[in-house]
């Protein structure tokens, strides 16, 4: 039998360890095979790739990220957020309203009436009231709306927050550990905003929302500032806005078109509904701004939208097309008319302009 000499051997077999080696899957691929097995395991569902990337990046954990209190927020965090996703999902298609102010107001407060009253308008318009489910206006809100039309957001302090007991034994309670994943569920399950007098927890959540809409963050909605009757609390706020932000450059005049203030429930009510007259919701489909209508513009109303509003198009002009084919591959309202255009992605307080004109048509 012939031998080969020793370097031809070590060839040999350092070309065999070679092969094997390249015969093996590399180890990211690996992970992605067991990743897979484990959903297969579970039996599969929705958005099995968005799941294997969360499965994925929560396995880097393990290297990445060393202390236990940082993980930790990691982890409540997408564990309420499942839990809160959840509970709202069966109400996707139901138009809601939040409200915000003082946990402090007592119920003899006239801002705590109209909080009842105002709650009690917009669930017969509809809306299902969203509130911090704690006391004064929150509880108000959910007085009003009653407990069918209400949901609760409850934030886990060591004082001042209980439930109210309007929501404390409803199942669409979500009790949240940060502040950061209950604004998230505010803004994100919201089609308007409504702002009564309150603290620091009050301005937070208005001049978050009003940030997320400037910058495109989050999709516009009627955001209105309810004063008691003949108060000032809201109107002493915007001559601050527009003496110090807007004087001094720190906002465009059109960003003032972002808020809307009055004292009367009614009133408010209105601001919120005839902000859905036409307009039904907007999306980007890449560089196109997507606006779904209840009844498209004609042409001439589309010439006219296109002269007034020239200022924030970029490439293609107003015009009306068919649903995209991200629309129907999501089933987001196929059936609806809609308009596109480019969007310059900068002046959403225009862009407010825009759907207020298409509800006007």
Known sequence: MAQFPIEKRRCRRLSSVSMAKTNKPPPDAELKRRIQELIDY???GSNPEDVADIIENALKLLTDVKDSGDVRVIQTTVRELRYAFRLFAP???VRKVAMFGSART???RPEYKQAVEFGRKMAAAGFMVITGAGGGIMQAGHEGAGPEMSFGANIRLPWEQAANPVIREDKKLVTLKYFFTRKLIFIRHSDALA???GGFGTMDEGYEALTLMQTGKSQLMPLVLIDRPGGTYWKTWDKHVREHLLRDLLISPD????????DDTDQAVKLITRFYRNFHSSRFVKDLFVIRLKHPPTDTALEALNEDFADIIIGPEIKRLEATPEEIAEGEFVELPRIAF???RRDYGRLRQLIEALNGL
Request: no cysteine.
């Open 255 to 262: 960003d003032l078109n972002l808020y809307q203030i009055t």
């Open 342 to 344: 480019g969007f310059n």
């Open 106 to 108: 007592q119920p003899a």
């Open 42 to 44: 579970k039996g599969g």
């Open 195 to 197: 702002l009564f007098p």
């Open 91 to 93: 109400y996707g298609r």
